[in-house]
């Protein structure tokens, strides 16, 4: 079955900062990997995703997320962090198999940013 | 145009009482998903559809009951409900294999008293 480790549970970075929040995934196979944000009291945001091909992979709000096959990692970074970027942030894996296609996901790294 | 809808999106109810959520989606995705997320923001699937088809049902209690009319609204039914039934529920969507992606709802925050 495959998982999710968010190694970080709580970040803070000062405005202007650069920012790598962790995800190391378990899957036997090629997975689909994907990086969530929520904000407080919010639903779930898509903020990137990767199926194949290129593995630095653009997002949105300037985020960007390099897939690692041989580290079994999916990083989200971005190069100055803004305060709104405040929130809950997940990573997931999605997988098929015999029982359906799941996103399984980790357990979220928090997000402060500082003035 | 709100991709997957959920209603309502906040529901206070003593226990013991019977409550259901609506969830529609206008993606044209043929899969609908429930989450749950407790109370330090961990998220499980509960169930699967496929084409009105329950695909994944994980360890939950029967209390909970999804039904798909047709492959655009997936609504979760909760029996008898308990304290630790408190939590945000998620729908979401997609298309088979998750190939494209999964589409969340904004949730639906039930508190049991």
């Known amino acids: 079955a495959q998982s999710v480790t968010q190694p970080d549970i709580h970040i803070t970075v000062s405005e202007g900062a650069s920012l790598e929040l962790r995800c190391n995934y378990s899957y036997g196979a090629t997975p689909y990997l994907f990086w969530y944000v929520q904000s407080p009291g919010q639903g779930l945001q898509l903020l990137l995703k990767y199926f194949s091909g290129d593995t630095l992979v653009q997002g949105i709000k300037g985020f960007e997320a390099e897939f690692k096959r041989s580290q079994s990692s999916f990083n989200l970074r971005k190069p100055s962090v803004h305060w709104s970027d405040a929130a809950e942030y997940f990573c997931?894996?999605?997988?098929?198999?015999?029982?359906?296609?799941?996103?399984?996901f980790g357990e979220g790294t928090q997000l402060t940013v500082n003035p | 145009d709100t991709a997957v809808s959920q209603t309502p999106k906040y529901l206070v109810t003593q226990m013991g009482n019977d409550k259901s959520i609506k969830c529609e989606q206008n993606l044209g995705h043929d899969t609908m998903y429930w989450y749950k997320q407790d109370s330090k923001k961990f998220l499980k699937i509960m169930f699967s559809?496929?084409?009105?088809?329950?695909?994944i049902n994980e360890t939950v209690p029967n209390r909970f009951s999804p039904k798909s009319p047709d492959k655009a609204h997936l609504n979760l039914h909760i029996n008898s409900l308990e304290l630790g039934d408190s939590a945000v529920y998620f729908c979401?969507?997609?298309?088979?294999?998750?190939?494209?992606?999964?589409?969340f709802g904004s949730g639906t925050r039930l508190t049991v008293v």
């Open positions: 979401a969507s997609s298309n088979s294999g998750g190939s494209y992606g999964y589409t």
């Open positions: 997931a894996v999605g997988a098929r198999g015999t029982s359906g296609s799941r996103l399984t």
């Open positions: 559809y496929n084409n009105k088809e329950l695909i």
